[in-house]
């Protein structure tokens, strides 16, 4: 009955307002302990950041109540009682500003917010203003609080009335519809049913026979017999591994890099197969995950696990090494954990409690590795491998013999060329010349700079004005060339005195040659010490040869062999010294042999993989991710939201196999739930948390809690089998329903997150290409080996999964069509719906050929009626027989169709069925 408060004296109605406070009045307990729970955590974590005691975006503070009360620069945003009338209020709805834009608070806490509007804002006296939390503090807060760090329950099915659920996941559906006064879907036919499972499982099209076989098989094992036969599948590891492969960002290349090299990966199909192989398997989602982090610490050569290892090997390769392991970092958190931990690679996570010490600990794992190709099979396993052996071996001998001619060249010069070395290294002019030179400038004056340092460093070392052979030289060095020129009389004259302690051989040169300027000083030495580099080469650059000189000689050699020689090279001189030409043609040859390894069917079965480096450092932060920048040093260790706050560094190599560990632990919470709602999503073309890439703080808890958990229980109770979770799914009545819209309800749900019907869903672009191909019947459905051109005439029929995958030239039809970017992890495809889509549907060759080929069958059987031609086209590409509407329409066209000698009438009814609705959606 209404109120009749307007009839009530004054002092009664005053009974029924709300009891207001001023900023001095004391709140109820109960009322100031709603505030701490469920209102100060909110403008913590969204709002303080911009309102609050450093920072005040439109004037506003929200970190005290008096401040509230006063409101912005526009005026006041509360009014005390009547949240509908506050702009705080409006703001957070985003019914006028949205606030926070970074996006919508969840509903519960807009509530909050407006429960303590209704109740006068109450506030703790003489609390302090509300700071922003620190991190230790916002760690414990959101350990505590955030639904994704919380332990996975394994709730019991709730009650429900009636006969329409067939296990616990639809317990937890119809719960929800129940309270929302909904009802479910009817069940969708058998044809349909059929339709979207093979799909689901296999991302083919059920065949004709299959679907009258399932539709007259009323028998109550029928559906569930189906399931397992689509489980058993090789296709199914197609299809599901093809979403794996969203996950891992893989390419069939490396991305964009300026070494001239063939920028294709020479084993990356053997990833792609070792995943599509252990779905096959149904390897348990946690040892598939330590396969993928550290299978070299478990499996030996010619283990196909260590296939595994492509996950952190066949992400874009960036020209900063620190790029590549942020790639590395985000593959693993993003795409099994829902963290964006890579936030933290230049200051603490904005939202998350992830620091940069979490990051840099990651960073530390991901660091020390070595890429290695280790064999995954036997090496000759192919029969061809004799004659990938034989150019192979001629390549490397190619290599060889250019690595040999490139270390005789440049020990040649340092044995040989003593004056343009040596002129440069004590030359003050001539070392700023040098600096200015090109690399192409430097190979036409023949200069290589590596040489002249190592002139300069045994001139450091050796440096003393009294010295019996480098003396003059090194006293020159000092002076500089004007000096010398100006002073060489006077110096000359103390060199080759009788009283001198120069090397006899220096001092007679001297004596002989009088050189008035730098350049005839050096070409003085250079006279003398060319018999002792003569001597060097002619001994094949063995240091022994100086113990066969004699006299002054001898001393030159031993002086000039001594600590870092000039003429004494290592591998890494050799390397250093090499001219840029020199690197180029080395390249080309490594190319060439890199794409015989990609393309000779031959190759020994190798994969990309890694292993740990034999000293593992202490990482370290980066200063605002500035390498140059170095912090505090950090354990290599898991993120410590997920972490015990004491756990232990990790100690065992790189720490691969401890993060693998810490990963797939039981009491983390998250990798059972995020692995959970990417199969969830895939069945239902949406996921139960609606960021599948990020389960953080800004994170959408998800549609159905109790139900999301009920699947990570169900994934971890049974093996961590991802098959027996899909056949938990599809048994579901929630699977089974039809897909037909509901007007009324649809403007309650518009976008169906209480599961009252199935989802309708487009075909990916790699489902669409091969059920065309199934249905033309050129589809080759056999497994594994090296990626093909498939968008090239003349379009192979492999399944697109094995097309090639070219990182830094992905093709438009891809983009089209909704294929995820290979540059990073993709927790979920874009779903567009844009005009390039059907313009390729109606001019694509690839299309046309498949309708002529369907058409052709059809011409080859002169015998059939042109009824019976329409019905073998729907049957191969609809799997059902053509209505009477259609049979009509259809036929009328055939019957006036004008003739042409390249395309037939039939041609033209098999694409308009390819590029249907019906065929490229699942109902």
Not at 25 to 30: A, D, G, I, L, Q
Not at 272 to 293: A, C, G, H, M
Request: a negative charge; charged letters at 30%.
């Amino acid at each position: 009955m209404p109120m009749r408060i307007i009839t009530l004296p004054l002092v009664t109605m005053v009974c029924f307002l709300p009891s207001f406070a001023s900023a001095e009045t004391k709140f109820s307990p109960e009322h100031v302990e709603f505030f701490e729970k469920s209102v100060r955590p909110v403008f913590i974590k969204h709002c303080v950041s911009c309102h609050g005691a450093e920072k005040q975006e439109a004037g506003l503070r929200l970190d005290a109540r008096s401040a509230i009360v006063k409101g912005a620069d526009s005026g006041k945003i509360v009014v005390e009682g009547n949240p509908d009338e506050s702009g705080l209020i409006q703001a957070v709805r985003y019914e006028t500003f949205e606030m926070p834009p970074a996006g919508q608070l969840p509903k519960e806490e807009i509530a909050a917010i407006e429960q303590w509007v209704k109740l006068g804002m109450p506030w703790p006296e003489e609390a302090e203003p509300i700071g922003p939390l620190s991190f230790d503090e916002r760690l414990v807060n959101d350990k505590q609080h955030h639904w994704a760090y919380q332990p996975i329950q394994d709730p019991p099915a709730p009650e429900v009335e009636g006969d329409w659920a067939q296990n616990e996941i639809d317990h937890f559906v119809e719960k929800r519809l129940s309270d929302n006064g909904i009802v479910p879907a009817e069940p969708t036919d058998r044809r349909t049913l059929i339709r979207r499972a093979t799909f689901d499982l296999t991302g083919l099209p059920p065949t004709q026979a299959e679907v009258d076989a399932f539709v007259n098989d009323q028998s109550p094992e029928a559906y569930e017999k189906l399931i397992d036969r689509l489980l058993a599948s090789p296709q199914y590891g197609v299809k599901w591994g093809r979403i794996w492969l969203d996950v891992a960002r893989y390419s069939d290349t490396r991305g964009y890099l300026n070494d001239g090299q063939d920028r294709r990966f020479p084993y990356a199909h053997a990833y792609r197969d070792y995943v599509i192989d252990s779905f096959n398997r149904d390897t348990p989602y946690t040892e598939f995950i330590k396969e993928q982090l550290a299978a070299d610490y478990f499996a030996q050569e010619g283990d196909r696990r260590l296939a595994g290892l492509g996950l952190i090997r066949i992400g874009r390769q960036f020209l900063k090494h620190q790029d590549t392991i942020d790639d590395r970092i985000d593959v693993v958190t993003r795409g099994v954990l829902g963290l964006t931990v890579t936030c933290a690679r230049c200051h603490d996570h904005k939202y998350d409690a992830i620091n940069m010490a979490d990051y840099y600990g990651l960073y530390g794992v991901f660091d020390p590795l070595n890429e290695t190709t280790p064999l995954i099979g036997a090496i000759d396993s192919d029969p061809r491998y004799p004659e990938f052996k034989k150019r192979y071996d001629e390549l490397q001998q190619e290599l060889s013999n250019h690595h040999a001619n490139v270390e005789k060249s440049v020990r040649t010069e340092a044995s040989t060329y003593f004056f343009d070395l040596m002129v440069r290294a004590v030359s003050k002019q001539q070392e700023v010349d040098i600096a200015k030179y090109e690399q192409n400038e430097q190979e036409a004056k023949n200069v290589r700079p590596h040489l002249v340092n190592k002139w300069k460093a045994f001139a450091d070392q050796q440096w003393k004005p009294e010295h019996p052979i480098w003396g003059p030289l090194f006293e020159t060095r000092e002076l500089g060339e004007e000096k010398y020129a100006a002073e060489h009389q006077e110096l000359l004259a103390k060199w080759t005195a009788e009283e001198s302690k120069l090397n006899p051989a220096v001092r007679e040169a001297l004596a002989a040659k009088q050189p008035a300027t730098l350049p005839a000083l050096v070409d003085t030495y250079d006279e003398l010490l060319k018999p002792v580099g003569k001597a060097f080469l002619d001994a094949g650059f063995d240091r022994a040869f100086v113990d066969k000189l004699e006299g002054s000689q001898k001393e030159l050699g031993q002086s000039l062999l001594q600590g870092n020689s000039p003429l004494a090279l290592g591998d890494n001189d050799i390397r250093a010294a090499t001219f840029t030409s020199e690197h180029a043609v080395q390249k080309k040859i490594e190319g060439k042999i890199r794409g015989h390894e990609i393309d000779s069917p031959g190759a020994p079965p190798r994969a990309m993989a890694v292993t740990d480096r034999d000293r593992v450092g202490q990482p370290v932060i980066f200063l605002r991710g500035d390498p140059g920048r170095r912090g505090d040093q950090v354990p290599r260790q898991f993120v410590r939201v997920l972490n015990e706050s004491e756990a232990p560094a990790y100690q065992q190599g790189s720490g691969r196999l401890e993060l693998a560990e810490d990963i797939i632990a039981a009491d983390n919470p998250l990798t059972a739930r995020v692995i959970a709602n990417r199969v969830w999503m895939t069945h239902f073309d949406r996921p139960l948390v609606l960021t599948p890439g990020d389960f953080g703080i800004r994170s959408d808890p998800p549609t159905h809690p109790l139900l999301l958990d009920h699947l990570a229980s169900y994934l971890k109770k049974n093996g961590w089998s991802l098959k027996k979770l899909h056949k938990h799914i599809m048994l579901s009545a929630t699977y089974q329903q039809s897909s037909k819209d509901r007007p009324e309800l649809r403007e309650k749900d518009p976008e169906n997150r209480l599961l009252w019907k199935m989802n309708r869903r487009r075909l990916s672009f790699e489902e669409m290409r091969d059920a065309m191909l199934a249905a033309s019947g050129a589809l080759d459905d056999s497994l594994g080996g090296r990626a093909v051109k498939i968008l090239q005439d003349p379009y192979p029929p492999r399944r697109t999964v094995y097309g090639f995958v070219d990182r830094q030239d992905l093709p438009n039809l891809y983009r089209a069509f909704d294929y995820p970017s290979p540059d990073a992890t993709s927790p979920e495809r874009s779903k567009t719906s844009v005009p390039q889509q059907a313009l390729y549907l109606l001019n694509s060759p690839f299309v046309a050929r498949q309708a002529e080929h369907l058409a052709g069958e059809l011409l080859d059987q002169p015998e059939l009626s042109d009824p019976e031609k329409l019905a073998h086209l729907f049957h191969s590409i609809l799997q059902r027989a053509p209505t009477v509407d259609e049979e009509k329409m259809f036929l009328e066209y055939v019957t006036n169709a004008q003739k042409s000698e390249n395309w037939s009438a039939w041609d033209s009814v098999a694409q308009v069925l390819l590029v249907s609705n019906e065929f490229m959606f699942v109902d």
